[in-house]
């Protein structure tokens, strides 16, 4: 067997890769689980002293690793807020492993990395000044939101975080009690502490209440705290409600805090004429965040994190000058070849150095489909999330547990005489058996205290026989484990 690495014949090989997902995505095979003992035993093992060559590595991704991936591009799939990527942002990001490694210097790649944030910036309905950065993940793209508020609030009072690391008054950070934890955990890496972040209550649409905010805010400032962001959600994961974003960010702006957005999910759904009113107040930002690997089914691993300006991300973020990176390359009016420059600065902007050209599967998908085609398949989803809820609402034994804003639908079984004690076991037993004999796998939330089975349509292979036959499977299931149906069909 040949010791060096194969480096080319991509057709070739990948050419089979991309045969065996055409094969995967007809999903006719078992679940990953049913011969894991086998796949197991082949994959596992100890070091391997000799290589078995490209051949063998193909074969045993096209046979035994693909065969056994996940059920998240499954078309019944609708849990989570994640989908399998589509055609296009894939072949992307294939492209640009080999022909662009990194997002940096002058060539086509980099160039789109900007074009795509501003065409996001666009999409998104964010003002022309609102300036990006790619980051892994809603995760990543909240920490560096939240360290340039970290930035904004502390340098307000004398001190330079970036530099010197926080002193003096102790943080704090509002968010709705609906808030992705991200924001807890953002704020315990920038030395804020996960307790600086204060939970504001809901109202009953799970939206978080002005009048609360405004109140915990004058008691905080009373007590000396510092404010470092208030931290408004446009899309939440549980359910997908949009808080009130202008009068949110009216309450940050008249106590100068900084208005974070977080739309990781729901920026786009703006877009749906029916709900774009409920992103009035979005100008009022000073950052915001949204994931093209979710609504926009991107491959996983591709977050913008929006600010004002991004100089305040470099005091926040900036590694200082490195003889091996700006000793490298040129000033800009002496720019002539694609080695001459790095680009923009994306690495001072946040926290990775070495980073994929992301921006080009988020340039892909929007030049597949342009704004018309996001357009419609926001709308579609949306439609998806009223369509279920309809259903729950009309049928006799079902309840719908929200009014979606968005693409989440939130619903229970609830048959005739069950005592609202069991029907959270109930459901989580439906659940549990939907997922594990139909194709449908939604996945589960709390709305005030009752379990919710939720799915979440952003997967563009979702039917709407997918959509109907999950209803009715929880339907002919809940039936079942009550004892009012015949045995379910497999
Ligand atoms: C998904 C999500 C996140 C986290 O994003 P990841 O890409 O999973 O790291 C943050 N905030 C909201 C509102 C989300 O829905």
Redesign the pocket.
């Given at each position: 067997m040949s010791r060096t690495p194969e480096t080319g014949a991509f057709a070739h090989h990948v050419g089979k890769i991309a045969a065996a997902l055409d094969r995967f995505v007809e999903f006719e095979h078992p679940d990953a689980l049913v011969n894991a003992d086998v796949w197991r035993k082949q994959l596992g093992g100890p070091l391997p002293p000799d290589g078995v060559g490209i051949d063998a590595v193909i074969a045993e991704l096209t046979d035994v690793l693909i065969p056994n991936g996940a059920r998240i591009s499954q078309p019944g799939f609708s849990g989570?807020?994640?989908t399998g990527p589509t055609t296009a942002p894939t072949a992307a990001a294939l492209a640009s492993a080999i022909a662009a490694p990194q997002r940096y210097t002058m060539n086509a790649f980099n160039f789109v990395e900007e074009t795509s944030l501003v065409w996001l910036a666009e999409l998104a309905g964010l003002e022309p000044h609102m300036k990006g950065v790619y980051v892994?993940?809603?995760?990543?793209?909240?920490l560096v939101a939240l360290g340039a508020a970290r930035q904004h609030a502390y340098e307000s009072v004398g001190i330079d975080p970036g530099a010197n690391g926080i002193s003096g008054r102790s943080p704090v950070i509002y968010a709705s009690s609906e808030?992705?934890h991200?924001?807890q955990r953002s704020a315990g890496v920038l030395g804020l502490g996960r307790s600086a972040v204060r939970l504001v209550p809901i109202d009953d649409r799970q939206r978080m209440r002005p009048d609360a905010l405004e109140e915990m805010m004058a008691a905080d400032r009373v007590a000396g705290l510092l404010p470092v962001a208030v931290v408004a959600?446009a899309?939440?994961?549980n359910t997908g409600a949009i808080d009130p974003l202008a009068a949110l960010g009216d309450i940050a702006r008249s106590h100068g805090v900084w208005f974070h957005v977080?739309?990781?999910?729901?920026l786009l759904g703006r877009l749906d004429g029916r709900v774009a009113d409920r992103f009035a107040g979005l100008e009022l930002a000073d950052s915001v965040?949204v994931?093209p690997?979710?609504w926009l089914a991107a491959p996983?691993g591709v977050?913008a994190a929006f600010v004002r300006d991004r100089t305040i991300l470099q005091r926040a973020f900036a590694q200082g000058r490195a003889e091996y990176l700006e000793g490298s390359f040129v000033a800009d009016d002496d720019v002539h070849n694609s080695m001459d420059s790095m680009g923009i600065p994306y690495d001072d902007f946040a926290v990775e150095l070495s980073a994929p050209a992301r921006g080009v599967q988020v340039w892909a998908i929007i030049r597949e489909l342009g704004a018309a085609g996001i357009r419609e398949f926001i709308v579609h989803d949306n439609d998806l999330a009223r369509r279920v809820t309809a259903a729950a609402e009309a049928h006799p034994r079902l309840e719908a547990l929200t009014e979606p804003e968005l693409s989440i639908a939130c619903f229970r079984y609830r048959p005739p005489n069950q005592s609202p004690d069991g029907l959270n076991d109930l459901n989580e037993r439906i659940l549990r058996r939907l997922v594990r004999e139909t194709a449908f796998a939604p996945s589960a939330t709390v709305v005030a205290g009752s379990f919710a089975i939720r799915p979440c349509f952003i997967n563009r292979r979702n039917t709407l026989a997918d959509v109907d036959g999950m209803v009715e499977a929880v339907v002919r299931i809940g039936d079942d484990e009550s004892g009012l149906g015949a045995a379910p069909a497999t």
């Amino acid at each position: 067997m040949s010791r060096t690495p194969e480096t080319g014949a991509f057709a070739h090989h990948v050419g089979k890769i991309a045969a065996a997902l055409d094969r995967f995505v007809e999903f006719e095979h078992p679940d990953a689980l049913v011969n894991a003992d086998v796949w197991r035993k082949q994959l596992g093992g100890p070091l391997p002293p000799d290589g078995v060559g490209i051949d063998a590595v193909i074969a045993e991704l096209t046979d035994v690793l693909i065969p056994n991936g996940a059920r998240i591009s499954q078309p019944g799939f609708s849990g989570f807020i994640t989908t399998g990527p589509t055609t296009a942002p894939t072949a992307a990001a294939l492209a640009s492993a080999i022909a662009a490694p990194q997002r940096y210097t002058m060539n086509a790649f980099n160039f789109v990395e900007e074009t795509s944030l501003v065409w996001l910036a666009e999409l998104a309905g964010l003002e022309p000044h609102m300036k990006g950065v790619y980051v892994s993940g809603g995760s990543v793209a909240n920490l560096v939101a939240l360290g340039a508020a970290r930035q904004h609030a502390y340098e307000s009072v004398g001190i330079d975080p970036g530099a010197n690391g926080i002193s003096g008054r102790s943080p704090v950070i509002y968010a709705s009690s609906e808030a992705h934890h991200t924001i807890q955990r953002s704020a315990g890496v920038l030395g804020l502490g996960r307790s600086a972040v204060r939970l504001v209550p809901i109202d009953d649409r799970q939206r978080m209440r002005p009048d609360a905010l405004e109140e915990m805010m004058a008691a905080d400032r009373v007590a000396g705290l510092l404010p470092v962001a208030v931290v408004a959600t446009a899309g939440t994961t549980n359910t997908g409600a949009i808080d009130p974003l202008a009068a949110l960010g009216d309450i940050a702006r008249s106590h100068g805090v900084w208005f974070h957005v977080d739309g990781a999910y729901g920026l786009l759904g703006r877009l749906d004429g029916r709900v774009a009113d409920r992103f009035a107040g979005l100008e009022l930002a000073d950052s915001v965040i949204v994931d093209p690997h979710k609504w926009l089914a991107a491959p996983v691993g591709v977050a913008a994190a929006f600010v004002r300006d991004r100089t305040i991300l470099q005091r926040a973020f900036a590694q200082g000058r490195a003889e091996y990176l700006e000793g490298s390359f040129v000033a800009d009016d002496d720019v002539h070849n694609s080695m001459d420059s790095m680009g923009i600065p994306y690495d001072d902007f946040a926290v990775e150095l070495s980073a994929p050209a992301r921006g080009v599967q988020v340039w892909a998908i929007i030049r597949e489909l342009g704004a018309a085609g996001i357009r419609e398949f926001i709308v579609h989803d949306n439609d998806l999330a009223r369509r279920v809820t309809a259903a729950a609402e009309a049928h006799p034994r079902l309840e719908a547990l929200t009014e979606p804003e968005l693409s989440i639908a939130c619903f229970r079984y609830r048959p005739p005489n069950q005592s609202p004690d069991g029907l959270n076991d109930l459901n989580e037993r439906i659940l549990r058996r939907l997922v594990r004999e139909t194709a449908f796998a939604p996945s589960a939330t709390v709305v005030a205290g009752s379990f919710a089975i939720r799915p979440c349509f952003i997967n563009r292979r979702n039917t709407l026989a997918d959509v109907d036959g999950m209803v009715e499977a929880v339907v002919r299931i809940g039936d079942d484990e009550s004892g009012l149906g015949a045995a379910p069909a497999t």
